[in-house]
């Protein structure tokens, strides 16, 4: 098939257009990223008002389904009928979930709103990503996903801390509602100054292989969210979701090979860098999101630090990871070379993950704050070069569908790292908690959700030794799983084939965006 040369179409714009774009893009990643950690640190005060405890998980589970399950289908609907209209129906879709969030009256209807936001919320990053593809030629490409790299560690850092303030000040509900005037902003700016060519697809959407995907992608999620905790691995509930997940995609990838406009075309997986960097980005999303969980959790549990500035105990990852994000996309743009950042990164989360599995009750934060560092380094060269490089593996027509896959594979990852890293982690508590406390053991880790820093310091001094000590057990064992599943990156790094990134460098007087050619098997 002839490679659709769209992009070519964008008349060259003002660098001032350009950055009003950027910056709306940028509220948009904000919004996108902010809004579990804001949700996550208002979360007891919403369960005191509005009840509902046994269904708090939810809140962030519904949230996660309909994000994950509808990334595809946003990617393939820009692709087909045209990114602008696109992303900012998913932008519309997210503030009328977020304002119907702020205005639940029952968890219930929380649940049932978060559901609508993460419908929105699966075109936020994707929109981005794919509209940063469409405007920017790959070799300019690294500095501006630099910057949105940095845009979420800011977001990570940060969104504890704002979601406390806005609790205390104005209430939960603002937690949502400060979308809005975010979100309206956003909008307006990408309605006045973005221009791209408009689209017409021929073709029917495939609404069988977007049935198939979303069961599929939903079984996956329910499996990773469910099993250990509100199911054993084992029960029935868990293998029927095993069996059913199994059987949707199965059936969505012969789907695939018929449909006449597939939502995931499979064509684009012949390209080695593309599905290498699918595979880099789901390790580096089970690894950070692992990590961003059970790093606060040690710091608080072992080192006595205060849950109040949970964000602050995690900037030295997510500085390092910053900071090595735009000099990644800086050194991307002036040189047009990238294959050292895939190796280098997966070598420091590799050596970063295992020096931390070496902390134990005895290391000081200064150690362990290093060891982040390192981790946090690797992950910096790696969070927006797989972005890159998976779009410039791809024609122009298929830019939307390697945006959202790429991002999809990151969350799919995510949901693993956290399920199994946790899993892991539980077991691990137990069984130490078990052997140095006995009975009473037993009692502490059934409530150790609740043991922060204070709660600990009420606790029998064997109690908190042993749970101290089960603790540092547990980020052992999941932080060495993590550098094992790490390796996996590593190699995959390893066979990266550096294809020249199309468009010119900062010497060129007037870069053309170019759209990006396959390159090879």
């Known amino acids: 098939m002839a490679q659709t040369q769209a992009v070519d179409a964008v008349p060259e714009k003002p660098a001032r257009s350009v950055r009003v774009v950027l910056l709306a893009l940028m509220i948009t990643m904000m919004l996108a990223m902010l809004d579990n950690m804001i ?64 205005m639940a009256q029952d968890m219930g209807q929380l649940i049932g709103f978060r559901a609508v936001q993460g419908l929105g919320a699966g ?45 205390d000040h ?20 990408i309605s006045a100054v973005l221009h791209l060519p408009k689209k017409r697809a021929q073709a029917r959407i495939d609404y069988l292989g977007a049935a198939l995907l979303t069961v599929g992608i939903t079984a996956i999620v329910l499996v990773t969210t469910w099993g250990g ?11 029927e979701l095993i069996g059913i997940g199994v059987a949707a995609l199965v059936g969505f990838v012969f789907w695939q090979t018929k449909a006449a406009e597939p939502v995931l075309p499979l064509h684009i997986f012949r390209s080695r860098n593309f599905t290498l960097m699918s595979v880099i980005g789901f390790i580096t999303g089970f690894v950070m999101f692992g990590a961003t969980l059970f790093l606060p959790l040690y710091q608080q549990s072992v080192q006595g630090a205060s849950a109040t500035n949970s ?11 910053l ?58 060269c790696l ?45 691990r508590v137990g069984d130490v908690m078990a052997e140095r406390a006995g009975s009473l053991g037993s009692q502490v880790t059934e409530q150790s959700a609740q043991l922060d820093a204070a709660s600990l310091a009420k606790l029998p001094e064997a109690a908190r030794e042993a749970y101290q000590h ?10 060495l799983l993590g550098a094992v599943v790490a390796v996996v990156s590593l190699i995959a790094a390893v066979f990266v084939k550096e294809v020249p990134l199309k468009g010119a460098g900062p010497k060129d007087d007037a870069p053309t965006p170019t759209a990006p050619v396959a390159e090879a098997v």
């Not at 008002?49 to 393939?76: D, F, M, N, R």
């Not at 905790?229 to 293998?239: D, K, N, Q």
């Open 123 to 167: 075109g936020l990053m994707v929109g981005v990503m794919a509209i940063i593809g469409d405007l920017i030629p790959p070799r300019e490409r690294g500095k501006y996903q630099g910057m949105m790299a940095g845009v979420m560690a800011l977001a990570m850092i940060g969104g504890p801390l704002v979601g406390g303030t806005i609790t």
């Open 311 to 321: 964000g602050l105990l995690l900037l030295p990852m997510l500085g390092a990871m």
């Open 229 to 239: 905790t509100e199911y054993a691995w084992t029960s029935a509930r868990i293998m």
């Open 170 to 189: 104005w209430g939960w509900r603002w937690a949502f509602y400060i979308n809005l005037p975010l979100g309206i902003v956003a909008l307006l700016a």
């Open 39 to 102: 949700i996550g640190t208002a979360m007891p005060t919403i369960v005191g008002e509005l009840g509902g405890l046994e269904h708090l998980s939810w809140v962030v589970t519904a949230y996660t389904l309909a994000t994950a399950a509808s990334t595809p289908l946003w990617g393939k609907l820009g692709d087909m009928y045209g990114r602008k209209g696109v992303f900012m129906g998913s932008i519309v879709l997210f503030l009328i979930g977020s304002m119907l969030s702020g």
């Open 470 to 479: 089960a603790v540092s057990a547990g980020t052992h064992s999941a932080f």
């Open 323 to 380: 900071v090595t994000s735009m000099v990644a996309g800086r050194v991307t743009t002036n040189t047009g070379r990238y294959y050292v950042f895939p190796v280098v990164g997966s070598v420091l989360m590799v050596v970063g993950l295992y020096l931390l599995s070496t902390m134990d009750t005895g290391t000081s934060r200064l150690v362990s704050g290093v060891f982040m560092a390192v981790v946090g380094l690797g992950m910096g």
């Open 383 to 427: 969070m927006q070069i797989t972005m890159l490089v998976a779009q410039n593996s791809v024609e122009m027509k298929d830019m939307g569908v390697a945006s959202s896959s790429t991002t999809l594979f990151r969350t799919l990852g995510s949901s693993f790292g956290v399920a199994i890293m946790g899993a892991l982690f539980n077991h």
